[in-house]
């Protein structure tokens, strides 16, 4: 077949283009665009379009990042219709704003840009001791996003417009005090109320089903009765603290890696010294930094008359606010802590030495050595304790390394059974009975990953009883099972469950006339204020609730007050009904100025974020969105 191809190749060749002209000719180069099209269009902001590839790569995105952040969050949450609906309003919301910032013609200038790099902490923790940062590692934390760097600064950029956006609307957002007075008086606003309930448990005494009844109720719900589902297990776990546990280190090996690691342990040499420092920064005039230079001399000619005034003189005259209070003592530190020249001075003066004027970017420095700590190499023995865990840790993690590959390929080729991967690295093959699709309270281990058990329940799994794949739990820490045997879901007969499907009738007419009489002495106590009895009165609101229910307080604090007393009626769902009674309305207790300036703060907030909503709202309208699928 190959020798026809290699000797045909031209007349192949020919064959092909008489077969493409036509096509392009039908199709057009647009036609084959449209081919390479990215889907489905899930919604669009203005004429921009979001697809159904961008919706569900934004939102594989955003649930890698949920199961990375919480390992144990069931993924059955993360796959929701609701939670995906969620990932697409965010993706309308980023192309709002960003048409918001176009049409606004707002841009970030590059000083914004550095400004806000050289504020960001995390860039801050980058920088070397000469104040300049790391680029190697500036570059690998915008790897760490996926990015380059160019491409880490345009999403600040990006990021720096949009909040020019958003804070236009919610830094100028107005609450005065009286407006938030009135609205936060009224939310706390107390009540007197009085309540009487209607339990099913009340109304059991009176149900009395007959056996028709209970074939009727458990013939309506069959679905309430049924076993569930479960499989008996098999499972191997690789992870590595079971593999250091196998990890045997010698003396030999400690003392090999000790002699390779050596300059790591000895104590590196550190300098105590005092400066007193006179500012004068590079861009000082040429003029004042020559004063500064004059004064810091006249204090090192000072200093070296009376060395033991160091201190007093530092306290008094250096502008470093820092060290100026301690007489300029600046503690111990080894090379590489401080600016270039103040390090070669200081590491070259010898105990209680007084340096020339040394110049920085800083200014000018009068460095005085108090202290020498000489570098020392520690002994085997000193560190041998220390040493042991460390190796033995970066054992098991080469090992680990080399069993994983041959853990996930065991279990994969030898799909029947666990025994031989278990075998070949030495693992234990544990056992679990019972266990269901979902995460049981008290579950340990592998038992309480919502990923495992997903894979144990899988097609494959159930129907074929072969091993799963190997699942990663977490860090160094690989898992596969396999079925034994498996109980499926199955209706429940009658005889089975009778007892329970009497309890659960009783329970259902029980609540059902727990409501019939609620409603009915709600008709009455409307009619006759003293036809109903009520418990002992409290008081009441929203930040004091005294243990009632939020459905009677929110009931309560519906009713109105125009004609008291006045009474509403509460669905407590299971817990049947209940009548409310309002006597009084009474006003909000006074609270402390701390605690009403934090209240209007945080009102001001509402107000703040009320009015972003509604902007946004207006965004939304103004270029056009249209959701193209339905909210769940």
Do not use: C
Request: hydrophobic content about 45%; cysteine-free.
């Amino acid at each position: 077949m190959f020798d026809f191809v290699r000797k045909h190749t031209k007349v192949l060749m020919f064959l092909m283009f008489l077969l493409l002209i036509p096509a392009f000719v039908l199709v057009g180069v647009d036609g084959y665009k449209s081919m390479a099209d990215q889907g489905a269009t899930v919604a669009t902001v203005g004429k921009a379009k979001i697809t159904q590839e961008e919706w569900d790569f934004a939102h594989k995105n955003e649930v890698d990042r949920l199961r990375t952040s919480v390992p144990n969050l069931d993924p059955k949450l993360l796959d929701s219709p609701q939670a995906r609906y969620a990932t697409l309003e965010r993706l309308v919301r980023d192309k709002v704003m960003a048409e918001a910032v176009q049409a606004s013609h707002l841009t970030m200038s590059n000083a914004r840009l550095a400004r806000e790099l050289q504020q960001n902490p995390t860039i801050a923790g980058l920088r070397k001791p000469d104040g300049t940062v790391d680029m190697e590692r500036y570059r690998q934390l915008a790897a760490s996003q996926g990015l380059t760097p160019e491409g880490f600064e345009a999403r600040v950029r990006r990021d720096l417009s949009l909040m020019q956006v958003e804070s236009a609307i919610s830094s100028t957002a107005f609450s005065p005090k009286a407006l938030a007075d009135i609205a936060l008086n009224a939310f706390f606003e107390r009540r007197e109320i009085q309540v009487t309930r209607f339990g099913p448990a009340d109304f059991v005494a009176k149900v009395n089903p007959s056996e028709a009844d209970i074939e009727a109720y458990f013939q309506a719900n069959t679905a309430q009765f049924q076993s569930t589902e479960t499989a008996n297990i098999e499972y191997v776990l690789l992870d590595i603290e079971a593999l250091k546990k196998s990890v045997v280190v010698s003396d030999a090996d400690l003392k090999s890696y000790f002699d390779q690691n050596a300059s790591r342990f000895s104590a590196q040499e550190e300098r105590r010294a005092s400066h007193i420092l006179i500012n004068a920064p590079k861009d000082m005039p040429a003029a004042e930094r020559t004063k500064a230079q004059e004064r810091a001399a006249a204090l090192l000619a000072q200093v070296r008359k009376a060395p033991e005034t160091f201190a007093e003189v530092a306290k008094k005259n250096s502008q470093d606010a820092g060290s100026a209070v301690r007489g300029g003592d600046l503690d111990y530190f080894g090379r590489g802590a401080m600016v270039k020249p103040f390090e070669d001075a200081a590491f070259s003066l010898k105990k209680g030495d007084i340096s020339d004027l040394v110049e920085s970017d800083f200014g000018f420095h009068i460095i005085k050595l108090a202290d020498i700590k000489s570098a020392k190499q520690p002994s085997f023995d000193e560190v041998k304790a220390s040493l042991e865990p460390e190796l033995r840790a970066q054992l098991a993690q080469r090992k680990f390394a080399e069993a994983a590959e041959s853990f996930t390929n065991g279990v994969y080729e030898q799909s029947d059974s666990l025994a031989p991967v278990a075998d070949r690295l030495k693992l234990v093959v544990k056992t679990a009975d019972g266990v269901q699709r979902a995460v049981q309270p008290g579950a340990t281990g592998p038992l309480a990953n919502s990923r495992f058990l997903e894979a144990i329940f899988s097609a494959d799994s159930l129907e074929n009883k072969r091993n799963t794949e190997a699942l990663e739990l977490g860090a160094n820490q690989l898992v596969s099972a396999r079925i034994l045997s498996y109980s499926p879901a199955r209706a429940l007969s009658l005889a089975e469950v009778k007892p329970l499907v009497r309890d659960r009738l009783i329970a259902s007419r029980a609540l059902e006339q727990a409501k019939k009489e609620g409603a009915e002495k709600l008709a009455s106590v409307q009619k006759d204020p003293s036809s109903v009895s009520f418990a002992a009165a409290v008081t009441m609101s929203r930040d004091a609730s005294q243990g009632l229910q939020g459905a009677i307080v929110d009931a309560a604090l519906r009713a109105s007050p125009a004609k008291l007393p006045a009474f509403v009626g509460v669905d407590l769902g299971t817990q049947g009904y209940a009548i409310v009674r309002v006597n009084k309305v009474l006003q909000r207790t006074a609270v402390e100025e701390a605690k009403s300036k934090q209240e209007q703060a945080q009102y001001a907030q509402w107000v703040a974020a009320a009015e972003s909503a509604a902007y946004y709202e207006g965004l939304k309208q103004r270029f056009k969105v249209q959701m193209k699928v339905p909210a769940p």
